[in-house]
C-alpha cells in the first residue's frame, strides 16, 4: 500500500519513527510500561517464574455460558468436567467502542466486570483482547477496507473517534478492581493475530511501520489516562520465519509477552499438520523470547466440536511439545449456532466424546488450573 508523505511526517512529528528513538538492548526483565501497578509486576514476574513449573490452562468466556447453559452462578463447563476452573480466563471488549451493554458475545460488560473480579479472586489470570469495529467505515473487525489502520493514527480522519473508543476501554478497564478497590492485572492482547488478513488491522491492511504506530499509540494514550495495570502480549497469527514474526513487532520495549493463535482445522488421525505448524512456529518464537527474556503463550487454540477422543494429550502436547510457554487458551463454548447450524465449542463438556481424554491432560503435572495458581500464590510477592 503506497504511503502519504503527509500521513509519514505526522509519525516522525510525533517520534514513532524517530531514528533516536532506537530499540534499545536492555533485555532485563521488566514491563514495558514503566509505571506498572506493584500488583502487576509481581503476577508478571511470577508468570515468569512459573513458566518453568507448568502451562496454565485458559478458556474464553468460560464463566458466562456454556453449552445448553448461559449466565448460571459459579458455572463452567470446565470445571464440569475436572471439578476445577481454568487458570486463565480470556474475554473481549468488542462493542465499547459503540458504547454497546454487551459485547460482541452478547456478554453483558455488568457480568463481565463481576466474573472478572470472581475469577481474579480465586486467583485466576484474566486476558482481554478487543475485536473493535473498523474505524473507517464502523462496519466490524472482519472488514478490511483499504486504508482502515492509517484512518485511526494521528492525523487520519478517524483519529478523533478511535481515541473515543480507547477512552470506553479505559472507562471500563479503570472499574476492574479487586476486594482492596486495587486494579486488576491485566494481560491485554490488542490487535491479535496481526499477521493474518481478515482484521482491518492486519498486515495486508497496513505497513510495518504503520501498525507498530498504532500500537505504539494506543499504549501510550492508555497510559497517559491512568491505565498502569496491563501485561502487553503481542499476538500473531501464521509466520514461517523469525523475520516475518518480528516484521511487525512493536519493539523489544512495548511488549511483555510473545504469542500466536492457531487452530486445528483437519482431522489429526489423517493430518499432522497442526502439530508440524505449532512446532515449527514455537521454535522461532521460542528463539526470540530467549533474546529477549520475554515469556509466550500459545494464546488461542482448540478444536471445533473436538471430534477426535484424544485430541488433547495426543495432539496439543504433541503441538506444544517441549516447549516452556505460560499458558494455552481454547476458544468459547458457544454451543449451538443457528447461523451455520451447527455445534460451536472448543472445551468438552460433560459426555463429550474427548472428556476423559481431557480429564487425563487435567491430571499432567506441567498443565496448571486454577487451583494450582491458588497453591503459587501468583499474586503475591
Known amino acids: 500500500m503506497r504511503k502519504k508523505i ?7 512529528s510525533i517520534g514513532f519513527l524517530c531514528p533516536s528513538k532506537a530499540q534499545t538492548t536492555d533485555t532485563k526483565s521488566s514491563l ?30 468460560d464463566l458466562a455460558y456454556g453449552v445448553n447453559w448461559k449466565y448460571e452462578a459459579g458455572k463452567s463447563d470446565v470445571k464440569e468436567v475436572t471439578g476445577d476452573y481454568p487458570a486463565v480466563y480470556g474475554w473481549d471488549l468488542a462493542g465499547l467502542e459503540k458504547k454497546s451493554d454487551k459485547n460482541i458475545d452478547g456478554v453483558p460488560f455488568d457480568k463481565m466486570r463481576q466474573y472478572i473480579k470472581e475469577g481474579h479472586s480465586r486467583g485466576g489470570i484474566i486476558t482481554l483482547s ?3 469495529d473498523n474505524p473507517l467505515t464502523g462496519k466490524n473487525a472482519w472488514d478490511i477496507s483499504p486504508k482502515s489502520l492509517t484512518s485511526a493514527l494521528p492525523g487520519g480522519e478517524s483519529h478523533e473517534k478511535f481515541k473515543s473508543w480507547l477512552d470506553e476501554g479505559v472507562k471500563f478497564i479503570s472499574t476492574l478492581k479487586d476486594k482492596n478497590g486495587k486494579p486488576i492485572p491485566i494481560l491485554y492482547r490488542p490487535y491479535h493475530e496481526l499477521t493474518g488478513t481478515w482484521f482491518w488491522w492486519c498486515k495486508n491492511n497496513a505497513s510495518p511501520e504503520e501498525f507498530k504506530a498504532l500500537w505504539k499509540f494506543s499504549m501510550a494514550y492508555f ?44 482431522d489429526p488421525t489423517k493430518d499432522n499438520s497442526f502439530v508440524e505448524n505449532c512446532q515449527s ?86 498443565i496448571l488450573f486454577e487451583k494450582d495458581l491458588a497453591k503459587e500464590k501468583i499474586y503475591k510477592k
Request: proline residues 2%; glycine residues 4%; negative net charge.
Open 6 to 12: 503527509t500521513v509519514i511526517c505526522i509519525y516522525l
Open 32 to 61: 514495558s510500561d514503566k509505571k506498572a501497578t506493584p500488583e502487576t509486576k509481581v503476577l508478571y514476574n511470577n508468570l515468569k517464574k512459573l513458566n518453568h513449573k507448568g502451562i496454565l490452562f485458559g478458556h474464553q468466556d
Open 130 to 132: 478487543w475485536h473493535f
Open 223 to 266: 497510559q497517559e489516562k491512568g491505565i498502569h495495570n496491563l501485561i502487553y502480549v503481542y499476538n500473531t497469527a501464521d509466520f514461517k520465519s523469525k523475520q516475518e514474526f518480528l516484521e511487525y513487532y512493536p519493539g523489544l520495549d512495548y511488549a511483555d509477552v510473545l504469542s500466536f493463535d492457531k487452530y486445528q482445522y483437519s
Open 281 to 366: 512456529q514455537f521454535k522461532i518464537m521460542d528463539e526470540v523470547a530467549k533474546e529477549q527474556n520475554k515469556i509466550t503463550a500459545f494464546a488461542e487454540t482448540g478444536y471445533e466440536a473436538i471430534p477426535f477422543d484424544k485430541w488433547w494429550t495426543n495432539t496439543l502436547m504433541k503441538a506444544i511439545g517441549d516447549y516452556k510457554i505460560s499458558y494455552v487458551l481454547v476458544w468459547r463454548n458457544h454451543g449451538w449456532q443457528e447461523s451455520e447450524k451447527k455445534m460451536h465449542y472448543y472445551a468438552p463438556y460433560k459426555g463429550q466424546v474427548s472428556e476423559k481424554d481431557f480429564v487425563d491432560f487435567y491430571h499432567l503435572d506441567q
